[in-house]
Structure formats: structure tokens, C-alpha cells
């Protein structure tokens, strides 16, 4: 049986998710896997940090500036988004890097899964 938890530091009940998680692998059940996906937070890496059979930190830096990069120099080429004003540019960039950026975790779960290449 697989158990997959999306986003565990968006979660409302976030201890309580925990604290199932922590009485699931004490149970050291062999037939029980458990995938979950989460920003680093304090609480969740404490919790976990001594349960985990294996973690994979994907949050890097140099993905942010290589997204950044692309979108900046996608905004500086096209003819009709230079003409805009500098601001209005920036504040696109922005919100596409943050959006692009947020995607990219989301699909990194469904590639652990399902061997599946992701193509940007």
C-alpha cells in the first residue's frame, strides 16, 4: 500500500498528519510506503527527521535563478513586452518565476512515482 501526502505544510491538521505518519512507521510495517512532499518547516523536519528512511531536498536555489533567468530573458526578447514599461515587466517576471517555481515541486512527486521525465 502506498500513502502519498501532497503539500504536508499546507495542511490544516498538520499535527495531527504528523503524529498518524510517526504511528505508521513505529508500526514498522513493511507493506505500508509513505510519499509525502513539503516545504522544509521546522515542525515537519523535527517530527521527521528521525523516521525518515530517505528524503530528497529539492529546494534549490540555483532552479529559482535558472527559471529567472529564462523568464527575463523571454520578456527581454519578445518585441511587444519590451515596448512595456520596466515595472510592468518586473512584476510578470515576478509572478512567473513564483508560478513556474511552485509547478516545478508539484511535479517532482508524480516523477518519483512514475519514472516519468519532466519537460519544461
Known amino acids: 500500500?502506498?500513502?502519498i501526502i501532497d503539500a504536508l505544510d499546507e495542511c490544516f491538521e498538520r499535527e495531527d498528519i504528523l503524529d498518524l505518519i510517526?504511528?505508521?512507521v513505529n508500526h514498522k510495517s513493511e507493506e505500508i510506503n509513505i510519499l509525502a512532499?513539503?516545504?522544509?518547516?521546522?515542525?515537519?523536519?523535527?517530527?521527521?527527521?528521525?523516521?525518515l528512511s530517505s528524503s530528497i531536498c529539492i529546494q534549490n536555489s540555483k532552479i529559482k535563478e535558472d527559471i529567472s533567468l529564462h523568464v527575463r530573458s523571454r520578456l527581454s526578447q519578445d518585441p511587444k513586452l519590451r515596448a512595456w514599461p520596466d515595472s510592468t515587466r518586473k512584476e510578470i517576471e515576478l509572478i512567473l518565476v513564483e508560478e513556474v517555481y511552485r509547478i516545478y515541486?508539484?511535479?517532482?512527486?508524480f516523477d518519483l512515482i512514475y519514472g516519468t521525465d519532466i519537460v519544461f
Not at 105 to 109: C, R
Request: charged share 25%; net charge neutral.
Open 1 to 3: 500500500m502506498y500513502i
Open 22 to 24: 510517526a504511528n505508521i
Open 37 to 51: 512532499t513539503s516545504r522544509i518547516e521546522r515542525d515537519i523536519k523535527t517530527i521527521l527527521q528521525d523516521i
Open 105 to 109: 515541486y508539484s511535479l517532482i512527486p
